[in-house]
């Protein structure tokens, strides 16, 4: 009787875990990753300098010819800010990236790296953590981060959504985790109680 409880317990996981994907959240996400392949967002790291990438996952366009986020760390420094193609990064407020560029970078299989970080880590006793979030000047009326696909249908803009390890779509939680626990969470109802009604 144990084993057909633990069987349909773990069905409805994997059954519930298909309608996950299909949240729009899930698509046009932005992060801070240690490779270009957009595989790897937590880290264990010694103390020292690390080249790390904001990449754009899950893209629904094609290419894209601009884009606007605020990208904060906490307990490292943001030493080196690349942009990926000939643009220019208007944004005037700390932290704050408004980037529009002379031509479209393609997305290659829905990704694409937009800038080339380095975060210098001068503690490795303590987490480290780089954000994601709203920007003042933004062009969306919510403040999100989004971008500008390079197509001639009107130039529209996404949203992206701020990629997390453990969970993706929000701001204020850390994309980006050195020495720290990696599966943060926002709070206990979008996550382990998500788990624990399926169950009730």
Not at 75 to 92: A, K, P, W
Request: aromatic share 10%.
């Amino acid at each position: 009787m144990k084993k057909l409880v633990l069987v349909i317990a773990l069905a409805a996981i994997a059954l519930s875990g298909s309608a996950f994907a299909q949240d729009p959240a899930y698509f046009d996400n932005i992060g801070v990753y240690m490779d270009e392949a957009a595989t790897n967002s937590c880290v264990t790291l010694p103390a020292g300098a690390y080249n790390t990438y904001l990449v754009l996952t899950k893209l629904t366009q094609n290419e894209v010819l601009g884009w606007e986020c605020k990208l904060s760390v906490e307990n490292m420094f943001l030493t080196s800010f690349t942009l990926r193609g000939q643009g220019l990064d208007v944004g005037t407020r700390e932290d704050e990236h408004i980037v529009g560029l002379s031509d479209p970078l393609p997305a290659v299989n829905g990704q694409l790296v937009i800038a080339d970080l380095q975060f210098l880590i001068s503690n490795s006793g303590a987490p480290s953590y780089a954000f994601i979030d709203e920007i003042y000047f933004s062009l969306l009326e919510n403040g999100l981060p989004a971008y500008l696909n390079g197509a001639s249908d009107g130039f529209p803009l996404h949203q992206a959504n701020a990629y997390n390890p453990g969970w993706t779509g929000s701001v204020g939680v850390p994309v980006f985790i050195a020495n720290g626990d990696c599966n943060t969470v926002a709070n206990e109802e979008l996550s382990f109680g998500s788990v624990k009604s399926l169950f009730r």
